[in-house]
C-alpha cells in the first residue's frame, strides 16, 4: 500500500546536538511538506518542497534544514540553532498543483530534548 | 491573508449525543475547506472537504460539514457520537490555485460513556 513512512517515531537530543528525522513515501507526489505540531497551537509549516533539488522556507524554517535529493524523501535536520526542539514533526506529501486533493501524512515523530 | 479559526479547543460530550465542532475561516480568494482527524500519537487524515458544489459534504463514518459563504464557516457535525470519535480535529483552507494549506488549532472531542 502506498503511504509516508516516518522514522524514528520518538528521538531524544542532548543539547547542541543536530538530529535528522526521515520521511519516505511512495506515493509518487511531487509536492512534500515538513509540520511541527504543538500542543493548542495546530499545524505550523517548516519547510516545503514542490519539486526535487527544490524547497522553501515556510513560517518557522529557523534551525531547521532540508533536502530534497530524491523525489521519495523529504529528511528534516534539526540543529542545536533550534532553542525548543520539542514537538511532534509530521510529514506530508500530495500531488503538485493539487490543493484540492488534501494531505496524506506520516505518523509522525515525537522529538524531546534532554 | 488566509486565517482559520477553530472556536472551541475541547468539546465533551456523552456517547450517541450530537455534536458540533466550529470553524471560521477567512480569505479573499475562492478556497478548498478540509477536515482532518488525529488520533493519539497519530497523523493527520482527511475526514471530509469541500471543493465546490453541494455545500452539504458527508464522510463515510457519519460526520458531516457544511460550507457556508456568508458565514465564512465549515462547522462538523455528527447526529450520534460513539468513545472511538474522541480525538483531535483539525479545520485546514487552501486556495483555489495556491501551494499551502493553513490549519486551526485543533478541537479536542472527548466523548464520555
Known amino acids: 500500500d502506498g503511504g509516508i513512512t516516518q522514522s524514528p517515531k520518538y528521538l531524544f537530543r542532548k543539547e547542541g546536538q543536530n538530529v535528522t528525522l526521515s520521511c519516505e513515501q511512495n506515493?509518487?507526489?511531487?509536492?512534500m511538506y515538513w509540520y511541527r505540531q504543538d500542543p493548542g497551537q495546530g499545524l505550523r509549516l517548516i519547510y516545503y518542497s514542490q519539486i526535487v533539488n527544490d524547497f522553501q522556507k515556510g513560517d518557522i524554517a529557523e534551525g531547521y534544514s532540508v533536502s530534497r535529493e530524491k523525489k521519495e524523501s523529504f529528511p528534516l535536520t534539526v540543529t542545536s540553532a533550534q532553542k525548543n526542539p520539542t514537538a511532534f514533526y509530521l510529514c506530508?506529501?500530495?500531488?503538485?498543483?493539487?490543493?484540492?486533493?488534501?494531505?496524506?501524512f506520516g505518523s509522525g515523530t515525537r522529538l524531546t530534548v534532554v | 491573508a488566509q486565517s482559520v479559526t477553530q472556536l472551541d479547543s475541547q468539546v465533551p460530550v456523552f456517547e450517541e449525543a450530537p455534536v458540533e465542532l466550529r470553524c471560521n475561516y477567512s480569505?479573499?480568494?475562492?478556497?478548498?475547506l478540509f477536515w482532518y482527524v488525529q488520533y493519539p500519537n497519530q497523523g493527520l487524515q482527511l475526514l471530509l472537504k469541500y471543493l465546490s458544489g453541494s455545500t452539504l459534504v458527508k464522510s463515510i463514518n457519519g460526520f458531516e460539514a457544511e460550507f457556508n459563504k456568508s458565514q465564512t464557516s465549515f462547522h462538523l457535525r455528527k447526529p450520534s457520537v460513539h468513545i472511538s470519535d474522541t480525538a483531535e480535529y483539525f479545520c485546514a483552507v487552501s486556495e483555489s490555485g495556491g501551494f499551502k494549506t493553513i490549519f486551526g488549532a485543533g478541537t479536542r472531542l472527548f466523548v464520555k460513556a
Open positions: 480569505s479573499s480568494v475562492s478556497v478548498y
Open positions: 506530508a506529501s500530495r500531488v503538485q498543483g493539487a490543493t484540492y486533493s488534501g494531505y496524506t
Open positions: 506515493l509518487n507526489h511531487d509536492a
